[in-house]
């Protein structure tokens, strides 16, 4: 049967109301089919997620007997029968009574076309499974969302309470997916404060691997929710079968992996429930978070290129527009701001052909001036000391320059050193009957987004800016603290464990508020580094900042990890100065710029404090990556040598979906006299197209000899191209450092 047959069979399934014999419903993107088995008044059942099904082999897939599917359940709820291992869904009933019962009444699919979170349109099948209680007025909804365009399945559940009275919610996840036992690894990412995004890989095995984030604020400042797991074997990036997932949530989440004995593994995922007991009242429905999933038969790379694509299209904003080249002031000033300084640095960006100023913290405050980090989060007025013309001046100042400009705000934050906080101390996170805990500069805390008050507030600092001042183009939206003693001033005390839930609820209602009126402002989303790289977020944000850690060796690594779920044009990623601000490391400028260019680039220095030469080096780079950015910022990443391997290389590359152009890059990590370094292999190309071979930010005296050659990309793939393991400069000019970056163009 073909596909469009196929689809027939399954509306004609959907028509049919649920009888007690099994039936196995489908839903399918492009290249992924799910299949799920339901039938009257029993669980629901996992059967199948991963390629395509062909009608025939969905005909033919094992028929489900309740017998032989003691497990492989859907969404498992905790009592019956389910009281052993890890479930989706726990609740005290209103009676007091713990345990639940979750049966199909009935299931629903239809073609739906709406505004994805970005606010893009999107088509999909939406798959609704009615799951009833049949003791309790328990109704639960089980989604899945399949997307049209990519191979992209997004999941989640709500939870309706009928009972007389509230119950409490003690664990509620989004879903519940089974993995077949075999050789299943895992690839997930650690990080901390300058160290984002590591990539741990482990093979799964029996008992229980948690990933799991408590931060409260930004949940991707230590372990990420996003999972790869790579079905055969250790994951290798070009080819293999590869199930890609994250959790669409920006506050704690918990990724649980629980093996058993039966030949699965388990995977759950949504919110973390620690302290976050949630108390359902009476008529109230709870709705998870998404969770998306993706398949992939082409590697954790190809599991990335998924990803991207449905990234780019629906879950980060403006992800079809090409990012500006900027410059960002703090490492270049710090908190030392003036008006002739930020001059002199969009002047300066500008003569090296960026196209944006982002003024970073050290703007604001006008009884407590912002000297450094203890004071005055919270009064988002000019300082009128360091900026006597304000904000206009600035924007006068970047017209002069011919660059657009953007400006840092912490909006979620408060000083104790601040009018606001002598206005509204009732305004903070802190326990009840304790004094507040402080964090960064000995006196940083949070607001209380649960606090309608305060989310007008937050909402009030980006629209008296944007009102104000219309030719803002960029806002760089910091969080530099978690939730550091748990409590709301606002919420009663019946309710304080729904703090981390309505924190981010009250997070996203400012965040819509913010896109419905100003569309079109570009927004990073900062959190002391790297701690909102999350699509719980990106819907409201262009891009997020990679890591505090700007030194080109490690962000190699952190870049490496981050790519695996999210797009290059999302991955802010910038030159700075030598030595490095935080790792010390004197890294040559050419490997700084090469390891830039590989995300969205932009400059974190003083321009004042270069030399001519680098100035030049810098506008070379700049100019070489407009001509390839395109392919950077909405390419297929191929991934082709780890920097994990521990063999002193990392190498990657970006093809345009077409297939016409590519931009490859090769870094060395580390120099030995006699060192034997792979050649590595192209992929993602098109093995019967001629491509031409072009080095950027060449520094070398002679070009490469491969350099205007043209090549097979069958060629390019088989064997790649001999690079030299050092550059020909001058005597003088010599390091231990080499990179390249290589541009592929296809002849016509
Ligand atoms: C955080 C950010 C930095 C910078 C400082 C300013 O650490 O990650 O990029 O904006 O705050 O205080």
């Known amino acids: 049967m073909n596909h469009e047959l196929k689809s027939?069979?399954?509306?004609?399934?959907?028509?049919?109301?649920?009888?007690?014999?099994?039936?196995?419903?489908?839903?399918?993107?492009?290249?992924?089919?799910?299949?799920?088995?339901?039938?009257?008044?029993?669980?629901?059942?996992?059967?199948?997620?991963?390629?395509?099904?062909?009608?025939?082999?969905?005909?033919?897939?094992?028929?489900?007997?309740?017998?032989?599917?003691?497990?492989?359940?859907?969404?498992?709820?905790?009592?019956?029968?389910?009281?052993?291992?890890e479930v989706a869904l726990a609740m005290t009933h209103a009676d007091g009574n713990m345990s639940t019962s979750l049966l199909v009444q009935d299931f629903d699919i239809k073609e739906v076309s709406d505004k994805a979170p970005n606010g893009n349109d999107r088509k999909g099948t939406l798959l609704t499974i009615t799951l009833k209680d049949p003791v309790y007025p328990t109704t639960v909804h089980l989604y899945y969302l399949a997307y049209k365009d990519v191979d992209m399945i997004e999941c989640w559940s709500d939870i309706n309470n009928a009972e007389k009275k509230d119950?409490?919610?003690?664990?509620?996840?989004?879903?519940?997916?089974?993995?077949?036992?075999?050789?299943?690894?895992?690839?997930?990412?650690?990080?901390?404060?300058?160290?984002?995004?590591?990539?741990?890989?482990?093979?799964?095995?029996?008992?229980?691997?948690?990933?799991?984030?408590?931060?409260?604020?930004r949940n991707a400042t230590s372990d990420r929710s996003e999972v790869m797991f790579s079905l055969d074997g250790k994951g290798q990036q070009n080819c293999g079968d590869v199930i890609g997932t994250a959790v669409l949530y920006s506050g704690n989440y918990r990724v649980a992996i629980d093996t058993d004995d039966s030949e699965y593994h388990y995977y759950f995922a949504g919110i973390n429930p620690d302290n976050s007991s949630y108390r359902l009242r009476k008529g109230e429905t709870f709705t998870t978070p998404h969770v998306a999933y993706t398949f992939s038969r082409e590697g954790l790379s190809g599991a990335s290129r998924n990803f991207h694509r449905w990234g780019r299209n629906y879950q980060l904003r403006h992800g079809d527009k090409p990012r500006d080249i900027l410059l960002n002031s703090w490492e270049g000033v710090y908190f030392d701001i003036n008006q002739k300084g930020m001059d002199q640095m969009m002047a300066d960006i500008a003569s090296m052909g960026g196209e944006l100023f982002v003024m970073d913290d050290g703007w604001f405050g006008d009884k407590?001036?912002?000297?450094?980090?203890?004071?005055?989060?919270?009064?988002?007025?000019?300082?009128?000391?360091?900026?006597?013309?304000?904000?206009?001046?600035?924007?006068?100042?970047?017209?002069?320059?011919?660059?657009?400009?953007?400006?840092?705000?912490?909006p979620e934050m408060a000083n104790t050193k601040s009018e606001l906080y002598e206005k509204h101390p009732d305004w903070i996170i802190k326990a009840p009957q304790r004094e507040p805990i402080l964090g960064r500069g000995g006196s940083q805390v949070v607001l209380d987004l649960s606090n309608p008050k305060v989310q007008d507030f937050v909402f009030s600092i980006v629209d008296d800016l944007l009102t104000k001042y219309p030719d803002i183009a960029y806002l760089k939206w910091d969080a530099?603290?978690?939730?550091?003693?748990?409590?709301?001033?606002?919420?009663?005390m019946a309710n304080q464990s729904h703090l981390y839930i309505e924190y981010h609820r009250g997070l996203q209602k400012v965040c819509e508020r913010i896109r419905a009126k100003y569309a079109d402002v570009v927004i990073q989303a900062c959190a002391s580094g790297g701690g909102r790289a999350t699509y719980g977020l990106l819907p409201y944000f262009d891009e997020f900042w990679v890591s505090d850690d700007t030194d080109a060796l490690q962000r190699i690594y952190m870049q490496w990890g981050t790519s695996y779920f999210f797009p290059a044009i999302a991955m802010a990623s910038h030159i700075s100065a030598t030595p490095n601000h935080q790792t010390f490391r004197t890294i040559p400028l050419k490997f700084r710029c090469d390891v830039a260019m590989s995300g969205r680039l932009g400059m974190e220095i003083q321009p004042k404090n270069m030399t001519n030469e680098e100035k030049a080096l810098c506008r070379k780079a700049i100019a070489d990556y407009k001509s390839v950015r395109h392919i950077v910022q909405f390419g297929d990443i191929y991934r082709l040598h780890s920097p994990y391997e521990g063999d002193n290389l990392a190498s990657l590359m970006y093809v345009t979906e077409n297939k016409q152009e590519a931009v490859f890059y090769w870094y060395k990590l580390e120099t030995f006299c006699n060192q034997h370094l792979p050649r590595i292999k192209m992929a993602g190309l098109d093995p019967d197209r001629l491509y031409t071979v072009h080095e950027l930010n060449r520094i070398?005296?002679?070009?490469?000899?491969?350099?205007?050659?043209?090549?097979?990309?069958?060629?390019l793939m088989q064997n790649g191209i001999d690079l030299p393991f050092k550059h020909n400069v001058d005597y003088h000019k010599q390091n231990d450092w080499a990179s390249r970056v290589i541009w592929l163009k296809a002849v016509d």
């Not at 989060?377 to 013309?389: E, F, I, N, S, Y």
């Not at 530099?480 to 009663?492: D, E, I, K």
């Not at 070398?700 to 060629?715: H, I, M, S, V």
């Open 368 to 410: 407590y001036p912002r000297k450094n980090d203890t004071s005055s989060l919270g009064d988002w007025t000019v300082d009128r000391t360091k900026l006597p013309d304000g904000i206009e001046g600035l924007l006068r100042d970047a017209k002069k320059n011919k660059v657009k400009f953007g400006i840092w705000i912490e």
């Open 480 to 492: 530099n603290a978690p939730v550091m003693n748990h409590g709301s001033q606002y919420l009663t």
């Open 8 to 85: 027939a069979f399954f509306s004609f399934l959907a028509a049919m109301s649920l009888t007690a014999a099994a039936e196995k419903v489908e839903i399918h993107t492009p290249a992924n089919s799910l299949v799920v088995d339901l039938w009257k008044d029993g669980e629901p059942k996992f059967v199948y997620y991963g390629s395509r099904l062909s009608a025939q082999d969905l005909k033919s897939l094992p028929d489900p007997t309740r017998e032989n599917w003691s497990h492989l359940d859907l969404y498992p709820a905790y009592g019956a029968n389910h009281t052993q291992s």
């Open 167 to 217: 119950v409490l919610l003690t664990q509620f996840y989004s879903t519940c997916m089974p993995i077949r036992r075999g050789n299943v690894w895992a690839s997930h990412f650690h990080g901390s404060w300058a160290a984002e995004g590591q990539l741990t890989e482990e093979k799964l095995n029996n008992g229980m691997l948690v990933v799991k984030n408590k931060d409260g604020v």
């Open 700 to 715: 070398d005296n002679r070009p490469l000899d491969c350099e205007g050659k043209t090549f097979t990309g069958a060629y």
